[in-house]
C-alpha cells in the first residue's frame, strides 16, 4: 500500500507564495483524487482542494493544487498569516483504501 | 448548515470496548457516505474507515490498523453513524473524527471529534 511523503515543515514570508509536496508510490499516481485538508491548532481539518485541483465553494483562490506523475503540490499564493497551520494531503490508493500524508507545517515569517 | 456531533468518547482499559456516535443534520444523510478519521494527540490523520449509503450498497471499508477491531455501522432513521471499537489498544489512544463525505473522494465536513483514551 502507498505511503504519502510531506515535508515536515515549510516556511515563507507574508505575501510570498510557498508550495507543500506529496509523493507517493506507483499505485498513487494512477488516481487523481488528491486531496488537501488545512488544520488549524486545535481545530477540525478543512477541506482546501479536492480531485487534485478543484476548489470548494469558499475556499480562497490563493489556494491551488497540482499533480505531476507520483507527487501533487499545494500551492500557496500571497501568503498571510491566516494560513499558518498544518496542511495534509489526502488520496485513494485502491482496495477500498485511503492515506492521508505525514503533515507539513507551515510557518508564515 | 452542515453539522457532526461526535459522542461517546472517554477513558478505557486495554481489551475494553467503546462505541462512538455521530449525529449528522443539515444535509441528506440517507444518501451520504459517511467516514471516520483519527488523530494521535501530537500526531497527523488516519484513515479508519467508511461506509457507503444504503442507495450505494451499505459496503462498509476499513484501513488496516483497525480491520477486524472495529465495526462501523449506520441507522438512518436516526440520522446517525456508529464506530463500534472492541479490543482496543494503547495505539489506539485518538481524537476520532466523524466525516461528511460529499463524494467518493473527499473528506467535506469534518465533526470537532470525540477524544479515546485507551490506558490501564
Known sequence: QSALTQPASVSGSPGQSIAISCTGTSDFGSYNVVSWYQQHPGKAPKLMIYEGTRRPSGVSDRFSGSKSGNTASLTVSGLQAEDEADYYCCSYVGDSSWVFGGGTKLTVL | ?120
Open chain 2, 1 to 120: 448548515e452542515v453539522q457532526l456531533e461526535e459522542s461517546g468518547g472517554g477513558l478505557v482499559t486495554p481489551g475494553g470496548s467503546l462505541r462512538l456516535s455521530c449525529t449528522a443534520s443539515g444535509f441528506p444523510f440517507d444518501d451520504a457516505w459517511m467516514s471516520w478519521v483519527r488523530q494521535a494527540p501530537g500526531k497527523g490523520l488516519e484513515w479508519v474507515g467508511r461506509i457507503k449509503s444504503m442507495a450505494g450498497g451499505g459496503t462498509v471499508d476499513y484501513g488496516a490498523a483497525v480491520k477486524g477491531r472495529f465495526t462501523i455501522s449506520r441507522d438512518d432513521s436516526r440520522d446517525t453513524m456508529y464506530l463500534q471499537m472492541n479490543s482496543l489498544k494503547t495505539e489506539d489512544t485518538a481524537l476520532y473524527f466523524c466525516i461528511w463525505c460529499g463524494s467518493p473522494h473527499k473528506f467535506d465536513y469534518w465533526g470537532q471529534g470525540a477524544l479515546v483514551t485507551v490506558s490501564s
